[in-house]
Nanobody
Framework: VQLVESGGGLVQAGGSLRLSCAAS????????MGWHRQAPGKQRELVAS?????TTNYADSVKGRFAIAREKNTVTLQMNSLNPEDTAVYFC??????????WGQGTQVTVSS
């Protein structure tokens, strides 16, 4: 399975960005897709995930601001009301049960104050 992300960049606080991730290869292995992020000096954390049936889960820190969506083997993350604490490398991930078996290369999101 290959995951390719796009959509990162630099945005001012309060702004929005939309990340996209397309999966290819043995996509039958994928039931759950999601986004993780890792800020400098911090552990990687799961930001949002979505299952085949559309069930979503969000980290408390992004609830009400981020929205994950999925169409077949493409997953997007709409990020609104961004703040500097959201600055991190965002990774798309996928797997049979958890979004943690297959990983993208990561895309940088930087939020300036």
């Amino acid at each position: 399975v290959q995951l390719v992300e796009s959509g990162g960049g630099l945005v001012q606080a309060g702004g929005s960005l939309r990340l996209s991730c397309a999966a290819s290869g043995s996509t039958l292995l994928i039931r759950t897709m999601g986004w993780h992020r890792q800020a400098p000096g911090k552990q990687r954390e799961l930001v949002a995930s979505i299952g085949l049936g559309g069930t979503t889960n969000y980290a408390d820190s992004v609830k009400g601001r981020f929205a994950i969506a999925r169409e077949k083997n493409t997953v997007t993350l709409q990020m609104n009301s961004l703040n500097p604490e959201d600055t991190a490398v965002y990774f798309c991930a996928a797997g049979p049960n958890r979004p943690s078996q297959f990983w993208g290369q990561g895309t940088q999101v930087t939020v300036s104050s």
